[in-house]
């Protein structure tokens, strides 16, 4: 994920050049001097970095045994001090988390670099990629650069939005391929009432890409068959979520950035009707998309301008642009995570 800041005229350096494209280099020139990040920038990002390997890997172990239909767990999905040493002081829960957080944080920190090397080509000062560890659930919030600048033209906001996600899905094919094809199929008997469950599951929800790789690897799995995942392949789910939620076409998401580069001001016709099926997903399908509708409201609905609206995309850059929806619709999932019942 990242945020570029708006264009604003107070900030603007004064910089004398010939005609629109001279004078934005030059602001551009201007900026990268003045707005690279410091040596404080590197130790805090490499600091989250490390946090969050602590916690991706400490609250791993349970999530993913908490996700299999074979074994039952009572770590704590949380960062408290008894599932500390319970995860550190034994080598086969340790394995498990590091299987897991290991690839996560790989594919994450792809995503980032998309970004931040796309920034560092068109001499856009960034932020390094920071890492957002919490003490629950999956131990990560993802991660994030911060654009210190604004973003001259939608050709440069095209190139900077569409580099994370794109980077990110290289990154996390390899491990989901390899980890489906590792992991086994497993009865999966759904009980009437959660109450009278023998054993509650965290159900990872589907996309296309899981569907297709599972597929090409253990065939059509029946109805009451389910994948339990290996700790890779858990890995790259996370990874695919994190693709589709920052794919969404809204605001200042990755999504929202690809949309405004081909759109223009035309993103703002369409943005609150997909802000509303958004939210619509939110009452029929997970409520968690109703967290992701007060997000993007707080990022703000409309796109702010570039620089320089003039230039257009090129062919190239509009392909790409088919190709982030086809990986939106590869990621995407209408239900991400549930709670289940099962009988053994």
Not at 127 to 138: A, E, K, N, R, Y
Request: one cysteine or more.
């Amino acid at each position: 994920m990242n945020r570029p800041e708006p264009p604003s005229p107070a900030r603007r350096p004064e910089v004398v050049a010939e005609g629109p494209a001279a004078s934005t280099d030059a602001l551009a020139a201007e900026l990268w001097r003045g707005r690279q990040p410091g040596r404080v920038s590197y130790i805090v990002a490499a600091l989250s970095f490390a946090a969050s390997l602590f916690t991706t890997t400490t609250l791993g172990a349970g999530w993913y045994l908490s996700t299999r239909t074979d074994v039952t767990t009572d770590l704590l999905p949380w960062l408290g001090p008894e599932t500390i040493r319970r995860v550190w002081s034994d080598p086969d829960l340790l394995w498990l988390g590091l299987s897991f957080s290991l690839p996560l944080l790989l594919i994450l920190l792809c995503h980032e670099l998309g970004h931040y090397l796309a920034c560092r080509y068109y001499r856009v000062p960034a932020t390094p990629p920071f890492f957002l560890p919490v003490p629950i659930g999956l131990g990560t919030f993802g991660a994030f650069i911060r654009i210190r600048a604004p973003i001259r033209d939608k050709r440069q906001l095209f190139d900077i939005g569409a580099g994370g996600p794109i980077a990110g899905f290289i990154a996390l094919l390899p491990f989901l391929l390899y980890g489906v094809a590792r992991s086994t199929p497993a009865d999966l008997y759904l009980a009437a009432e959660q109450e009278t469950a023998e054993l509650l599951l965290i159900l990872p929800g589907n996309s296309l890409a899981l569907e297709l790789a599972t597929r090409l690897f253990h065939g059509d799995l029946g109805p009451n068959l389910t994948l339990d995942l290996h700790p890779f392949a858990l890995a790259a789910w996370v990874g695919l979520l994190a693709t589709a939620l920052n794919l969404i076409p809204l605001g200042q998401l990755d999504g929202g950035h690809i949309l405004y580069s081909v759109a223009a001001h035309r993103q703002r016709l369409v943005a609150m009707p997909l802000w509303l099926g958004l939210a619509a997903a939110g009452l029929f399908f997970w409520r968690g998309w109703l967290f992701w509708c007060a997000i993007v409201l707080l990022m703000g609905l409309r796109h702010p301008p570039v620089i320089d609206e003039r230039p257009s995309l090129d062919s190239r850059r509009l392909l790409l642009a088919w190709l982030t929806l086809a990986l939106f619709a590869l990621s995407f999932m209408p239900v991400p995570i549930s709670m289940v019942g099962v009988t053994q």
